[in-house]
């Protein structure tokens, strides 16, 4: 059974940094995307960065681009995001996806629980 399951997220003031962990477990995740996105209360769910598992290579939306960080440690089966120069409107529940790319079509069917992060200003 394929788990993924965040962790990390709390309180943080504005200008802090948090790393996020997303736990993969379940199967081998070669062929995968990893990819974190962003639910605020009232808001639609919004993609933050995404990384491939076996690539290495990594996507970000514009307004994270810089400040946030993707990385996985194959090892660990663990995908990271690491969130610095936070600012209030980065608060939300995050949640960690997964995309097989040779499913017909590719899509992020499996998710975490989510965690969630606070700024304060």
């Known amino acids: 059974q394929v788990q993924l399951v965040e962790s990390g997220g709390g309180l943080v003031q504005a200008g802090g940094s948090l790393r996020l962990s997303c736990a993969a477990s379940?199967?081998?995740?070669?062929?995968?995307?990893m990819g974190w996105f962003r639910q605020a209360p009232g808001k639609e769910r919004e993609f933050v960065a995404a990384?491939?598992?076996?690539?290495?290579?990594?996507y970000y939306a514009d307004s994270m681009k810089g400040r946030f960080t993707i990385s996985r440690d194959i090892a660990k089966n663990t995908v990271y995001l690491q969130m610095s120069s936070l600012k209030p409107e980065d608060t939300a529940v995050y949640y960690c996806?997964?995309?097989?790319?040779?499913?017909?079509?590719?899509?992020?069917?499996?998710w975490g629980q989510g965690t969630q992060v606070t700024v304060s200003s």
């Open positions: 996806a997964a995309k097989d790319q040779s499913g017909r079509p590719p899509r992020y069917n499996y």
């Open positions: 990384i491939t598992w076996s690539g290495d290579n990594t």
């Open positions: 379940g199967r081998s995740f070669s062929s995968y995307v």
